[in-house]
Each structure stands twice: as structure tokens, then as C-alpha cells.
């Protein structure tokens, strides 16, 4: 699905004139006995570096303790301008006769006496056609409950986005255009992960995966997020010390969330029941999911035009993965061998 995503992001990036993608260095850090940093270097075919070559590499800016792996990658890792991607595709939708509308909460589908399905905001507009699309992230448990009676196992988190200021006089050595790596840390049961100074300049994103489960609706956006801030500040002051202040906090600090399964694979399935394949879904992306957005979007459009994924078939990607039925009678879904 990566490979397929990579190809669809250029090809979106072309047909718009805009770029969004770019191109960056991916760095696995973790220590030796953790399965997790080992299987993600091998996933992106990456080539082990000691301390001291990791130490002369991004001028110096990570240090990492003995018994620790460190690999990098060059092949297809990138950083995406996530405002921009939005409105690239928003455009091209509307170049196609999409109509988008904001502030829209949908809160009711139901099927439609002659055939297709009406979706129902709490304005208490209706819409109708023939299929209908459902990717509302982390109310996906909550609205695919209450139209169909399913429980889709989408746990939403609550968690930060932390901009921190990058020391004086390293702030170009940190950007995308100067090569510095997006990254992640592993070292269980704390993830740490950053994409490299892009859209602020002058700041960098180093934010921690996960977070403590909320309900949607009804979440602290200032303190729910826990002991975020301290994690993440402990790890920048032990394995970037030089670049990257923490003295004070962050620079900005915006509540987000993602939705996740117990296995942390994405849904993407018709819903089923009196909907039959009337009404396709796709969760458990949010936060961790949008750089397979055009993959996912082209899989769940022809699943809703066509009945099937050809895309997805001729790419070699395996849908049945992805199945909600997948937790029927196994509530942790998918095996991992870690």
C-alpha cells in the first residue's frame, strides 16, 4: 500500500501543479531487543549505522546510548505539507464536481425507499445517492453504531502535536530542503516521532504516538493529552540535546487525535447488513494513517462504484487484511509476530 500511496501522491501532485511531497531521509532509532525497531528498519530497507557514523551524520544532531540500532533509509520516506495536501485535493475534487461542505455533522444514514442511501446532518439536511462513503475518523464508532447497531472496535486517543523551537544558529540544518531525516523511536512502551522543520520555519514537530483513550465529543483539549509534553521533552533533552530547546515547553501545543484498532490495521470494508454495499467505511486512519491517503481514497471509491478494489488488486495489496470481520470472535484482530 506504501509503494501504491507513493505513486498516487505524485500523480495527484502532477495533475495539480502543486508539491506537497518531499523527499527526506527516514532514521529508525531503539534498542537492540526491540522487535519493533527491527522489523520498521527492515520495512523500509534501511542500512544500519554505528554510533560514530550516526554521530557525523545531520551534523551531529542525534546521540543515541550503547545498545541501541540505528538505520537509515533513503528509499521513498519523505515528509508531506499536510495543509497543503488538503487543499490539493479539495481542488481537484471540485475540479470534478465535488461540493465540499465544512461544519457538516453527520449523524444519521438510512437507506432510501427506492434504492441508495440519504445521509442526515444535525442541521437536519438530507442527502441523497447511490452510495455512500463513510470516513469520519474518530467518530466512526460512534455514528456506524448508532445507524447499523455494529461495533467497530475504533478507539479514539487523545493526544498532542507538539511544535518545539530549534536552537539558535541550527534552524536550516533541521529542514527538509537540508536533508535532516523524518524519524521515529521505539523503545516500548514510548514512541517518539518527528517529521523535519517544514511548514514553521524555525520550529520542529517531535511529537509522542499515543495517548490516553477520550470520547470525541467530550475531551479536555488542554490537559487531556497527559504527561505528553514531559516524555517528549525527556527525550528530545537525552538524544538531541543541542538542537532542540525545552526549556519552557513547546511552542505550540495543538490537541488532536487518532483512532485505532486493537491491532492498529486500518478498516476498509463494506458495512454490511441492511446496507449490503451500499455504504463502504474506512477507519482507524486518523493520525497515523494520512500518508496513505490516495491509496485509501481511490480503494474505497471504486469499492463504492464498482463493487471491488482493481486498484488495490493490481497493486498487490490484500484487502481481506482489513476486514471488520476480522474481530469477530478475536477482539485483538490481526496476529503480530513481533
Not at 34 to 44: E, F, I, Q, R
Not at 214 to 235: F, I, K, N, Q
Amino acid at each position: 500500500m506504501v509503494r501504491l500511496a507513493r505513486r498516487l501522491w505524485e500523480g495527484a501532485e502532477a495533475e495539480s501543479g502543486r508539491r506537497v511531497l518531499t523527499s527526506a531521509p527516514l532514521l529508525s532509532l531503539g534498542p537492540r531487543s526491540d522487535a519493533s525497531v527491527l522489523v520498521a528498519a527492515g520495512n523500509a530497507g534501511a542500512e544500519e549505522v554505528g554510533g560514530a557514523d550516526l554521530a557525523a551524520m545531520w551534523g551531529g544532531a542525534f546521540r543515541v546510548p550503547d545498545g541501541w540500532v540505528a538505520a537509515v533509509s533513503e528509499r521513498g520516506s519523505g515528509v508531506l505539507n499536510a495543509t497543503e495536501a488538503v487543499r490539493m485535493f479539495q481542488e481537484l475534487a471540485v475540479e470534478k464536481g465535488a461540493v465540499v461542505r465544512d461544519n457538516a455533522e453527520v449523524v444519521g444514514i438510512r437507506n432510501a425507499p427506492g434504492g441508495g442511501v440519504v445521509v442526515v446532518t444535525s442541521a437536519g439536511e438530507e442527502f441523497g445517492g447511490a452510495k455512500c462513503v463513510v470516513t469520519v475518523g474518530a467518530w466512526a464508532s460512534k455514528l456506524v453504531r448508532s445507524v447499523a447497531g455494529v461495533d467497530l472496535p475504533v478507539q479514539p486517543l487523545h493526544t498532542l502535536v507538539l511544535y518545539w523551537r530549534i536552537k539558535p544558529g541550527h534552524e536550516r540544518e533541521l529542514t527538509a530542503e537540508a536533508g535532516f531525516p523524518t524519524f521515529s523511536s521505539y523503545c516500548a512502551p514510548h514512541f517518539v516521532y518527528s517529521t523535519p522543520s517544514l511548514e514553521r520555519p524555525g520550529m520542529i514537530k517531535i511529537n509522542y504516538h499515543g495517548g490516553p483513550p477520550c470520547d470525541p465529543d467530550s475531551r479536555d483539549l488542554v490537559s487531556g493529552g497527559g504527561d505528553v509534553v514531559e516524555r517528549v521533552a525527556r527525550w528530545i533533552d537525552e538524544f538531541m540535546p543541542g538542537r532542540v530547546e525545552t526549556a519552557g515547553g513547546p511552542v505550540d501545543c495543538l490537541p488532536c487525535m487518532y483512532s485505532m484498532t486493537p491491532d492498529e490495521d486500518f478498516v476498509i470494508d463494506f458495512l454490511g447488513g441492511e446496507f449490503g454495499e451500499d455504504v463502504v467505511i474506512g477507519a482507524g486512519f486518523s493520525g497515523h494513517g494520512f500518508k496513505m491517503g490516495p491509496a485509501v481514497g481511490s480503494i474505497l471509491a471504486e469499492m463504492a462504484m464498482d463493487g471491488e478494489a482493481r486498484t488495490a488488486a493490481e497493486a498487490g495489496v490484500e484487502l481481506g487484511h482489513f476486514k471488520i470481520n476480522r474481530f469477530d470472535g478475536n477482539p485483538m484482530g490481526n496476529a503480530k509476530d513481533l
